[in-house]
């Protein structure tokens, strides 16, 4: 892979184009983006058999449940998931929440999505 620049602005959001994920990078050995949810917006859980995931607040306040246990971030909060973790966040805000991720090693196809909320039973993880 050869050096490169790419701008934020053209890349757009995957939840209708101003909110949810964007990829600047994907591989060959990380992905780098940034996710930003909208006040009362959620991302499903889910977790990933060999990815750690991090998440690096820049401005907002959201909730990560890791392992059903809840972790407030607010600007500057960086929160590490490890693989085999499930995990969901929420923004529970009056202010749209901007967060920089960061997963590795690169795996397009690891993920899995759980369905669990707060307050249910969690799911097992093998």
């Not at 607040?57 to 085999?84: F, M, R, S, W």
């Amino acid at each position: 892979m050869k050096p490169f620049k790419i701008n934020e602005s053209s890349v757009q959001y995957r939840f209708n184009g101003i909110s949810g994920p964007k990829y600047l990078m994907r591989g060959p050995r990380s992905d780098f983006g940034l996710v930003v949810l909208m006040p009362g917006e959620d991302f499903q859980t889910h977790y990933h058999n060999h990815i750690e995931e991090n998440f690096y607040t820049l401005e907002g306040q959201a909730d990560i449940y890791v392992n059903g246990e809840k972790i407030t971030l607010t600007p500057g909060d960086l929160c590490h998931v490890p693989p085999k973790h499930p995990h969901y966040l929420i923004n529970r805000g009056d202010v749209p929440w901007k967060a920089v991720f960061v997963k590795a090693p690169y795996d397009p196809k690891d993920k899995v999505n759980v369905q669990w909320l707060p307050g249910d039973p969690l799911p097992k993880i093998e």
